[in-house]
């Protein structure tokens, strides 16, 4: 055997010679090729031993592999870093080793299983191939880290083509137009009587702004009432891309400052209508070891990497809420780790150096008051602190009192966030929120509201009011909980003479098909009652989704069961059946409350149609039944389907219409002669809707004022020979109209020709080529057959410039032709080019 080795090696032969290039007298060397899984081929040289054992050379090897490692000399020692994998491991020899460790100017030769022991994998020489094979369960180091670059780049592209292209901004094009209308009625049901009241809600847009108009009638309930009436004005103009005035409205309105109230009056800001949901980019830095490269992600998408060089930090985008972010670290020994950070950044938190303001006036609508006027401005001071402060004064027939108020936002560190906010002689009040993966998530509130102030009371408020509530989320702390969370929610109350006071403790966790609640609370008699025992209300509320397959049909059936108990009597309960289905609600139930006699039977429902929803309800007690109905609805007005209903209302919002259609004509307007297409699907920002058997689309979900990208899928055409001229559309609605957005399809043609060379130059073949439209600047790009033929299946109507790319006309020494093709907008047969003839460049003696 040894023999046959020497043979096959002696084709290798560096150096055979004894002490040749330091090799050891009776030892051979030879090149092999070091094969490991995703890294390229390294040459390395082996050592024979006299015995046939093959010698490694262990810093090449390991440098190879990126592994760890240290060479004492004088110690006679090699130490090994093994990573995640293991510990570090170390290799000493001696005298009786010459046989298997080798050490020499160039390195240090160890025996082949023995280094393989060492760095915890496996090392195979193939001598027929003449290879070395290395492998390591997890890898090695320089694997780890080809394989994380590979994701990585596989990512950035992703992330480039997912990215939309620069998108140039859209202005906002004023307009008037009619609009939208929406209604409602509702009367009695025991006895089933005629409507008593009626609304009717207008809305139109007048010059860019928004109209609406409500009136509201009451009817008699007899001939001898009278009818009343009530009418109701509001206008609303936005100006997107003001930055001093962006808001201005007027009429019956609801005003900004420390308190939303109903006036009929006139207000203005420079908030945006519509906060963006991107908050803007923050520096983000991970501080390590020399050796270790780190990335970002969120969710599945890379947003950022560092790869241990240093410089800047990198740039990660937040949005407005919260934005969890996950951490993956690769070491220099083959480390893996991750880790988790979640921004919070609040609604109310403004980019740094932006401010706001915001004032108005006006008389108040519910009797609060006679007159109420405010002012208040917002800064954010960097990234962490945003404050606000401002004045508001009301006036009654009595006197005039002026309160300041304001609030603080602050995010102390990536997952924390607290608020304050307070109003003089009225309420203040803080919270404190916390998110991310930690075991225990949520906020904690505590304030203190003046007397009918803040929206907060006890039974018995004489002094005001001060409360502390929670809302937590916590996990993996119950036994036997495993990934299930549970929902904790406390609050406690109580008024500043001690009388009055309430509180309250629920918690909620998933169970099996559906939600298991338990709560315990104060006697939520004690206030009425002044007999009662005051001993604590327990209530056990569990809600299943039922598997019944005869009611899956009509939807999907939830039991929900509750039970309140005081000691050990059984006070208060409710059995309750529902069934939710695409076409509405129906519920039934049956409850017994403390405090009240006998059982109460409660049906109700909802039911949605195509352009309204009607409620119902009925109650049933001690053999008395009372209930009522409504419905309402609303319509929208359009030129292509000239209306459009809606089941849920409409006001405020904008529509977006139009037609596909097959532009037979190629005038790009929808005529007798063109073919309207049906089932095209078009996506309005994120919703989706299908043209009609017309080609025709509409829909009433547009944010007026705010960009939105109308995109026609084009897979979902069934002829693929037919095309979007313009495949997207950008606008911003104006409010409370239709937008029209149409899309002519245009055929598209074959297109074929040949480019001839002449004696002093190559056959043509293999050419690349490009066609770009003169107009839209679309490209096209093709190659040359054997013969200098090309071929293009589809190509959109247009003027096009043919050229050969510079790598083509560097290569074949020739002139750029020049050429115009021009592919027709009506037919269907092919466009053949002319020939076109290559020259030879001529180039100055």
């Known amino acids: 055997m040894l023999l046959v080795v020497l043979a096959a090696m002696s084709a290798l032969v560096s150096a055979r010679a004894a002490g040749a290039q330091g090799v050891p007298r009776g030892f051979d060397e030879g090149l092999f090729e070091l094969v490991a899984a995703d890294l390229p081929t390294a040459t390395l040289s082996l050592l024979v031993s006299p015995r046939g054992t093959f010698l490694v050379p262990a810093h090449a090897l390991l440098s190879a592999l990126g592994v760890p490692h240290d060479i004492v000399r004088d110690s006679a020692i090699l130490r090994v870093s093994r990573g995640a994998q293991a510990s570090d491991s170390a290799l000493r020899w001696t005298a009786s080793d010459s046989l298997e460790v080798v050490a020499t100017a160039r390195d240090v030769w160890i025996a082949a299983p023995r280094l393989a022991q060492l760095i915890d994998g496996t090392i195979e020489v193939d001598l027929a191939t003449l290879t070395l094979h290395a492998s390591r369960a997890g890898g090695f180091p320089a694997q780890v880290r080809e394989e994380a670059h590979r994701r990585r780049e596989a990512a950035l592209r992703r992330a480039a083509l997912d990215a939309p292209a620069l998108r140039a901004p859209v202005g906002f094009e004023p307009r008037t137009g009619f609009g939208v209308a929406e209604w409602s009625f509702g009367g009695a049901m025991s006895p089933l009587t005629a409507p008593s009241s009626m609304d009717a809600r207008v809305g139109m847009g007048v010059y860019g702004g928004m109209l609406k108009t409500h009136f509201e009638f009451q009817l008699p309930s007899s001939p001898a009432a009278g009818a009343a009436a009530q009418a109701e004005a509001s206008f609303l103009r936005v100006f997107p891309d003001n930055h001093w005035l962006r808001q201005l409205q007027a009429g019956d309105i609801v005003s900004d400052g420390a308190e939303a109230r109903a006036i009929r009056g006139l207000t203005f800001t420079n908030a945006p209508f519509v906060r963006d949901l991107e908050y803007g980019d923050v520096p983000f830095s991970r501080p390590l070891p020399a050796g270790w490269e780190y990335e970002v992600y969120e969710g599945d998408r890379l947003v950022g990497f560092s790869d241990g060089s240093g410089g800047a930090p990198l740039s990660v985008p937040l949005r407005y809420g919260t934005t969890p972010l996950k951490v993956k670290l690769y070491g220099p020994a083959g480390e893996v780790t991750e880790s988790a950070v979640t921004y919070v950044i609040p609604v109310d938190q403004l980019q740094p150096g932006e401010w706001q303001y915001a004032a108005g006036a006006g008389h108040c609508a519910l009797q609060q008051c006679d007159l109420l006027s405010y002012a208040d401005v917002r800064h954010g001071f960097g990234r962490r602190l945003t404050m606000q402060l401002g004045m508001d004064a009301l006036r009654d027939s009595a006197r005039t009192a002026q309160h300041a108020y304001g609030a603080v936002s602050v995010v102390p560190a990536p997952e924390w966030a607290f608020g304050l906010q307070g109003r003089e002689q009225a309420y203040l009040r803080g919270s404190l929120s916390h998110e991310g993966d930690d075991p225990v998530i949520g906020t904690l509130s505590a304030g203190m509201n003046e007397p009918g102030q803040g929206g907060v009371s006890a039974p018995v408020a004489t002094g005001g009011v001060w409360y502390v509530s929670s809302s937590l989320r916590l996990l993996h702390l119950l036994p036997m909980q495993g990934e299930r969370a549970v929902s904790l929610g406390t609050r406690y109350e109580r008024d500043r003479s001690g009388i009055g006071r309430r509180w309250d403790v629920s918690a909620t966790t998933p169970v099996r098909?559906?939600?298991?609640?338990?709560?315990?609370?104060?006697?939520?008699?004690?206030?009425?009652?002044?007999?009662?025992?005051?001993?604590?209300?327990?209530?056990?509320?569990?809600?299943l989704s039922l598997d019944a397959q005869r009611i899956r049909r009509f939807g999907v059936p939830i039991l929900r069961l509750e039970g309140g108990f005081q000691g050990t009597r059984l006070v208060q309960w409710e059995t309750a059946l529902s069934l939710q289905s695409g076409f509405g609600f129906a519920n039934v139930s049956l409850r017994k409350l403390r405090g009240l006699p006998g059982t109460q039977l409660v049906v109700g429902g909802t039911l949605v149609t195509t352009g309204a929803r009607v409620l119902t309800r009925l109650t049933s007690r001690d053999g008395h039944v009372d209930g009522g109905y409504s419905a309402t609805g609303a319509v929208a007005f359009g030129s292509v389907r000239r209306a459009t209903p809606l089941a849920y209302g409409g006001l405020g919002y904008s529509g977006v219409e139009g037609r596909?259609?097959?532009?037979?004509?190629?005038?790009g307007q929808y005529g007798s002669a063109d073919q309207p297409v049906a089932g095209a699907v078009v996506r309005i920002g994120g919703l989706r809707v299908s043209t009609d058997s017309a080609g025709r689309y509409s829909s009433?979900?547009?944010t007026p004022y705010e960009r939105v990208d109308v995109q026609l899928d084009t897979l979902s055409l069934q002829d693929p020979a037919w095309v979007p001229a313009v495949a997207s559309h950008a606008l911003r609605p104006s409010p409370q109209q239709f937008s029209n957005v149409t899309f002519p399809l245009v055929h598209t043609r074959e297109v074929l020709g040949r480019f001839l060379g002449d004696s002093a130059m190559p056959p043509p073949a293999g050419v690349s080529l490009e066609l770009r439209d003169a107009t839209t600047g679309a490209l096209y790009r093709t190659r040359t057959f054997g013969d200098g033929g090309f071929y293009i299946s589809r190509m959109r109507p247009g003027t096009y410039v043919l050229t050969v790319t510079a790598s083509s006309l560097a290569a074949l020494g020739a002139a750029q032709p020049t050429t115009q093709v021009v592919v027709p907008s009506t037919g269907d047969e092919a466009v053949e080019i002319a020939p076109v003839q290559l020259r030879a460049e001529r180039r100055a003696p």
């Open 513 to 543: 098909r559906g939600l298991l609640e338990v709560g315990l609370q104060s006697d939520p008699a004690a206030a009425l009652h002044p007999d009662s025992a005051k001993s604590p209300l327990v209530r056990i509320a569990p809600s």
């Open 700 to 702: 009433w979900s547009a």
């Open 660 to 667: 596909v259609f097959e532009d037979l004509d190629g005038d």
